[in-house]
C-alpha cells in the first residue's frame, strides 16, 4: 500500500470507529469479555458476544504474510489474499462477494508483512452461511490456471495504480530495500509482477497447502451469536478438515543494526521534492516499540503535533509531513515521509525534520504535553477497540503475535507506563543518523 495514502485511511478508520463505538467502550479502562479455544486439528477461536446490534463479524486471520515468501517469489501472500476470493468446488467462480452482498452483508481483506487477514460483516441471522463461505475458502478453494491468470492482471494492475502510476508511490519500497538487507522484510506485500508472472499453478497450490491449513489461522466471532450453538456450527463446518501435518516455515534472517547512514536519490515524475526516512525499530510488545511509537504520535497526530505546528504551519517548508510507526512481528520502522512546499529545497526540507527529531533526543518533553499524549494515545487506543470490526481485528492479533489475547484489556497500561525520561531514552537510541535510511524523492 502506499504509505501516505494509507495513513490517511487508518485516521479514517479510527474516525469511523469514534462515531460507532458504543458508549460503554468511553470508560477508561472497560474489560472486554472473550471466550477461546482451540478445535483438535490446531484452528484456534475467539468468540465476543455484543447483541447490541443483530450484526455478526467473522473474521479469519491467517499467519502468513509476505515474510514467508521465496525471495524469488515475492507477491505470494497478497497475491492469496486476491486469490481466495475466486471461489472454490462449492462455490461458482466470482460469486463469493455476490453471496455476501446478497445476504445484506460486507466482506474484505488484506496483506501485510507478518499476516492476511479476512473480514465478513454479516446480519446475525446469516451467520452460518458466513461459516459455511469460509470453511470452503479453507478446504477447497478454487486455484486453476483461470483463477490466477484473471488475478495476475488484477494485482499487476493494482501495483501500477498503487506504486508505479502515483507520485511517491514507490519510496515505502525503495526504503524497506535498503532498510533490510537480510530480512525478508526488504520487500513489500505486492511483491514482484515479474515474480507472479513465473510462477506455476504447482507453486500457488503449495503455497496454499503450506499456510491455509487449519493449525495457521485463528477464527474470531464477535457480535449478536449464540455461544453453543455456534460452536456446534463451527464444528460442523471446520472440524473435519485435515491439520496440513508440516512445519509452517517462519523466516528466521535478523536484521543487525545498520553503523552508519544510507543515503539516496531517486528522480520520479514530482513536481515537489520529497524527504523520506526510515528509522530501525524494535518489534511488538517491547518497552521500548510502545515509547516509539508514542513519539510517532508526537510528531504526527494530528494539527497540533509538532511536525504539523512546526514544519508546515509555522515554517511553511511542506505541505505534507507524515510520521508513521510501521508495527512489524519482527524488527519495525518508524517511517517519515515529508513533501516539500513550493520553493523549498530538499536539505531545507531535511534540516527542518532533524531539528524536531534533535529536540526530543536533546530535552524531555513538557508535562503538559507528555499529559495531552498519553490522552491520545487512550483515545485512540479504545475508539479503535469500540466497534465490532476493531474488536475482530485486535483479538487475534494480541493471540497469533503476542501470545495473549487478553493484552485487549490491559496493553493500554503499556503505554501509560512510558515516561517522559523513556521518551527520551529511545529517541536517543534510535532516531540516530546512524540507524537511518534517507531517501531524496526528486523531479526528473
Known amino acids: 500500500m502506499n504509505i501516505i495514502a494509507d495513513k490517511m485511511k487508518w485516521k479514517l478508520f479510527v474516525l469511523t470507529c469514534f462515531l460507532w463505538a458504543p458508549a460503554a467502550f ?32 467473522i473474521s479469519m486471520l491467517y499467519h502468513v504474510g509476505s515474510k514467508n515468501e521465496d525471495p524469488e517469489r515475492t507477491g505470494f501472500a497478497h497475491f492469496f489474499e486476491h486469490l481466495m476470493f475466486e471461489g472454490s468446488e462449492h462455490i461458482a467462480r466470482g460469486q463469493f462477494d455476490k453471496i455476501v452482498n446478497g445476504s445484506g452483508g460486507y466482506s474484505n481483506a488484506f496483506t501485510t508483512k507478518d499476516q492476511t487477514y479476512y473480514f465478513n460483516l454479516f446480519p446475525s441471522n446469516h451467520l452460518e452461511l458466513g461459516l459455511w463461505l469460509e470453511s470452503e475458502r479453507l478446504l477447497h478453494a478454487k486455484i486453476d490456471e483461470k483463477g490466477v491468470a484473471t488475478q495476475r492482471e488484477v494485482v499487476k494492475e493494482e501495483r ?45 497450490m503449495k503455497f496454499y497447502k503450506t499456510f491455509y491449513v487449519p493449525e495457521n489461522v485463528t477464527m474470531t466471532i464477535v457480535g449478536d451469536f449464540e455461544p453453543a450453538k455456534t460452536k456446534k456450527l463451527i464444528a460442523q463446518y471446520f472440524g473435519d478438515i485435515p491439520r496440513g501435518g508440516k512445519t509452517i516455515p517462519r523466516p528466521s534472517a535478523d536484521e543487525p543494526f545498520r553503523s552508519r547512514e544510507v543515503r539516496d536519490t531517486v528522480l520520479d515524475n514530482i513536481q515537489l521534492p520529497g524527504v523520506f526516512m526510515s528509522y530501525r525499530c524494535p518489534g511488538i510488545g517491547t518497552k521500548d516499540y510502545y515509547a516509539l511509537e508514542m513519539i510517532s504520535n508526537l510528531l504526527d497526530g494530528g494539527e497540533s503535533s509538532r511536525f504539523s505546528a512546526e514544519i508546515i504551519n509555522k515554517q511553511q517548508k511542506a505541505i505534507q509531513a507524515s510520521c508513521f510507526f510501521r508495527s512489524n512481528e519482527g524488527p519495525s520502522q518508524m517511517l517519515i515521509f515529508t513533501i516539500a512546499s513550493n520553493g523549498t529545497k530538499a536539505y531545507e526540507l531535511e534540516v527542518a525534520v532533524n531539528e524536531e527529531l534533535e529536540k526530543i533526543r536533546e530535552n524531555l518533553i513538557s508535562e503538559r504535553e507528555y499529559q495531552k499524549l498519553l490522552n491520545q494515545i487512550e483515545n485512540d487506543f479504545i475508539s479503535s477497540k469500540g466497534s465490532l470490526e476493531g474488536l475482530a481485528q485486535s483479538l487475534p492479533y494480541y493471540k497469533v503475535f503476542m501470545g495473549n489475547t487478553n493484552l485487549i484489556n490491559t496493553e493500554l497500561s503499556n503505554y501509560r507506563a512510558v515516561s517522559r ?20 524523492y526528486l523531479p526528473k
Open 26 to 57: 468511553w470508560a477508561q479502562d472497560v474489560q472486554i469479555a472473550f471466550e477461546e479455544y482451540d478445535l483438535p486439528n490446531g484452528m484456534h477461536v475467539i468468540f465476543h458476544e455484543d447483541h447490541s446490534a443483530p450484526i455478526t463479524v
Open 421 to 440: 525520561e523513556d521518551l527520551q531514552a529511545v529517541a536517543k537510541k534510535y532516531l540516530t543518523r546512524e540507524n537511518r535510511v534517507v531517501l531524496y
Open 160 to 204: 501500477r495504480m498503487r506504486y508505479e502510476s502515483r507520485p511517491y508511490g514507490t519510496a515505502i519500497e525503495e526504503l524497506s530495500k535498503r532498510a533490510f538487507t537480510q530480512h525478508p522484510y526488504r520487500w513489500e506485500p505486492i511483491g514482484s509482477a515479474q515474480y507472479i508472472d513465473q510462477a506455476s499453478l504447482e507453486e500457488f
